[in-house]
């Protein structure tokens, strides 16, 4: 149950005053971490202002720098109303001491600037000034006061990332009421630690955050925005050790066969496992032997080989009559498994089953049985292997291909369906260390680092849409020369359609172009006509596969040799990457071709360098984060850490390592959050939403 001393925070930002339910969406569509209920007065409160403006700043109208904000005092010396009808913006000249400045307005009323700005008066004036042609002029200013009445413009104004339909003013508003209900916690932290660090309490770091005085009081690194952060990190990291310690606490089963069934997997492989897999599936024999369940993270770049090993993984469960479950984020993807594991299953007597959301009743029940009765080893699914009314008769081992799709009660969900189940997470991302911990705790680690023998790295260049033709007429020329090529176009949500449409016109466009059938491929596609598509594509029956990313993950056609990405700059480094791993999955040359609108922004600009220049992904990871933050290398596309309102992963990396032995020092002195410090604790989970881990506690 959540601390009554939260509910104020807990009330639904229309339950403040001025607050109607059309507003109310549109903050919680700014504020909110999920679109399926309104944020809440935390919510907001946790919307931190990124900058603020100095209206103290006076420098006089000669040394006021361009785009600069300044507060200005001057005398009024002339309207130039400009000629009436005329599309001309209504200018005003004024001076002080220092030089002259014209401020610019379009679309005037006349009658109300005569008043605002009589000619000889002294007014004050706030607003960015900017430089054409040597001379300083300001567009509409923010702020246009008599003498008497410049005493009442702030200091000091935080700036807040803002959204489409919403006034400043009036989330302002809504931050001053919300901050009057904000009620007194008990401190979660350690009072030694508070001190050395000169750390605020939390209630009076958030109300400094929304009432600056200075640039300190809001940026990443002034003792405000520490201390709540680290609050945040605190909060994810107790989360994560205690779904981490429940875990181990459910006790492991020592797992030690002979190791022949994965023998017969791995000498079914048409070539040798690499130094760096052969390692990874050393680590994991030696995890399942252990008494304590094992929870391993493998990372590894596209192409890498990790399916293998996780099946070298499965067998070894298996083989001591335990039952395996592989996972994926999509249903191609789990499709594509299971196909690639059919004939080495085969090879190895091991008795495999696929599971979608488009089984049939019919169908799902049989597979249940069998699941029930010990007749399937292994299977192969989408999420609906969460769901509860899928059992087992004896799990053993759940692999999780691509983990950060899938959150941590999923994790849990599945573990639960059996005995001391171990737990292997598979990810193609490669996250730097730092943010695995955010995502993952303290998982051990396992990664692949060289890809295997044989493979050439993919040729990439990047190339302008003006030159569509161009490139269309190459594919036309490399497809008949035997090779097959992807063609990827971007589907973003918020124009779905728009995007849906431009797929289907580009097939359109290339069969007439090419005089040959191509194959269509995305998300509003039945599961039949996606497996169609990919058969076609596979086979060689089509050499082109017209796609939006939903092949972005996993897909594999070793023979596919060329990949365009249509619109590049809009794909986040990450994905980009992703996507390129599609090829260069055989021993032949593969290219990339980033087909971008031009002209491009200076990020976008940069993502398409560094794509030419290099196919490491751990080096692509590490320039993602510089560009982006953490946000874009999980794919998602909100600014800051994903999962972190107010941490961010480049400014509070340091913290994080804090909190993760902070968190394990508190579980150790007090495991079920009982004492004094426990229960300020259970508030702070509840207050960043990461209560679900409370439910892991022992009752009371
Ligand atoms: P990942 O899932 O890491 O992106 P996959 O497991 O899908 O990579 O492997 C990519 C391709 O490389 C597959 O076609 C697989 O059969 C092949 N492969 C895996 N391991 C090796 C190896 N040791 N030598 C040669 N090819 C391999
Ligand atoms: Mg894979």
């Known amino acids: ?210 009432n600056p005085k200075e640039q300190d009081d809001l940026s990443p690194e002034g003792a405000n925005i520490r201390r709540i952060a680290y609050d945040e990190l605190l909060a994810s990291q107790l989360a994560l050790a205690l779904v981490r310690k429940s875990m181990r606490q459910l006790g492991g089963v020592s797992r030690k066969p002979s190791g022949t069934l994965q023998q017969k997997v791995i000498s079914a492989l048409p070539f040798s496992l690499t130094d760096g897999q052969a390692a990874a599936v050393k680590d994991i024999n030696s995890d399942l032997a252990e008494p304590i369940r094992m929870l391993r993270l493998l990372q590894g770049d596209v192409g890498a080989g990790k399916t293998v090993v996780a099946l070298a993984a499965l067998a070894q469960v298996i083989e001591t009559g335990a039952q395996g479950a592989l996972m994926a984020p999509t249903e191609i993807l789990a499709r594509q498994h299971f196909a690639s594991m059919q004939p080495l299953c085969e090879a190895a007597g091991i008795r495999l089953a696929l599971m979608t959301g488009k089984d049939t009743q019919k169908q799902r029940r049989i597979l249940q049985e069998k699941l029930n009765a010990g007749e399937i080893d292994l299977v192969v699914g989408t999420h609906a292997l969460f769901q509860g009314s899928v059992t087992f008769q004896n799990l053993g081992l759940v692999v999780v291909d691509e983990q950060h799709r899938f959150g941590v009660h999923q994790r849990l969900a599945i573990s639960a369906k059996g005995n001391g189940v171990d737990v292997l997470v598979m990810t193609a991302t490669p996250i730097p260390r730092t943010l695995v911990l955010t995502c993952f705790g303290d998982m ?177 990871a590490e320039e993602d984060l510089r560009l982006r933050g953490g946000g874009e290398i999980l794919g998602t596309r909100q600014s800051g850490t994903p999962g972190f309102r107010v941490a961010r992963l480049e400014d509070h990396a340091d913290l994080m390592e804090i909190a993760r032995d902070d968190a394990r020092l508190i579980l150790e002195t007090d495991p079920d959050l009982k004492g004094p410090r426990g229960d300020a604790l259970r508030c702070l989970l509840y207050l960043f939403g990461r209560d679900e881990a409370i439910r892991l506690l022992r009752a009371g």
């Open 444 to 620: 051990d680690v396992s990664r692949l680092t060289e890809k295997p023998a044989g493979r050439k790295p993919v040729t990439t260049v990047s190339v302008s849409l003006d030159r569509l033709d161009e490139i269309v007429g190459r594919i036309g020329a490399a497809i008949s020369s035997g090779q097959k090529a992807y063609w990827v176009c971007p589907l973003v949500e918020e124009s779905e359609k728009i995007d849906l449409a431009a797929v289907e016109d580009r097939h359109k466009v290339l069969e007439q172009a090419l005089g040959q059938k191509v194959s269509l491929i995305h998300g509003r596609m039945s599961a039949d006509e996606k497996d169609a598509a990919m058969a076609s594509f596979k086979s060689g029956e089509t050499r082109i596969l017209v796609a939006t990313t939903v092949i972005e993950v996993g897909v594999d056609v070793p023979d596919a040799t060329i990949i365009v990405i249509e619109h590049a700059e809009r794909f986040g480094l990450a994905q980009l990457h992703q996507l390129r791993g599609r090829v260069g999955r055989s021993d032949k040359p593969s290219s990339c071709v980033l087909l971008f609108k031009a002209p491009l922004g200076e990020t976008a600009a940069a993502r398409l360098n560094i794509m030419r220049e290099t196919n490491d992904g751990f080096l692509i």
């Open 1 to 210: 149950m959540r601390p009554s001393v939260l509910d104020p925070l807990f009330a639904p930002v229309s339950s403040l005053q001025g607050i109607g339910p059309k507003i109310a969406k549109t903050i919680s569509g700014l504020v909110a971490d999920r679109q399926d209920r309104e944020a809440t007065l935390a919510d907001l409160l946790f919307h931190v202002p990124h900058s603020l403006i100095d209206r103290r700043h006076r420098p006089g109208i000669a040394y006021s720098e361009n785009g600069q904000i300044v507060t200005l005092q001057v005398t009024i010396d002339r309207h130039h109303p400009g000629p009436r009808g005329g599309r001309a913006p209504y200018r005003i000249t004024a001076f002080d001491q220092t030089g002259s400045i014209t401020f610019v307005f379009f679309h005037p009323r006349r009658d109300w600037l005569e008043k605002m700005f009589p000619e000889g008066e002294v007014r004050v004036v706030s607003g960015r000034v900017e430089w054409f042609n040597e001379r300083p002029q300001m567009v509409h200013p923010d702020y246009l006061l008599s003498l008497e009445e410049a005493a009442s413009m702030p200091a000091i104004e935080p700036v807040y990332p803002m959204t489409a339909g919403l006034a400043g003013k009036t989330l302002q508003k809504a931050l001053g009421a919300a901050l009057q209900r904000l009620p007194v916690l008990p401190e979660w932290q350690d009072g030694a630690f508070l001190e050395r660090n000169m750390w605020p309490g939390f209630d009076e770091a958030l109300r400094a955050v929304h």
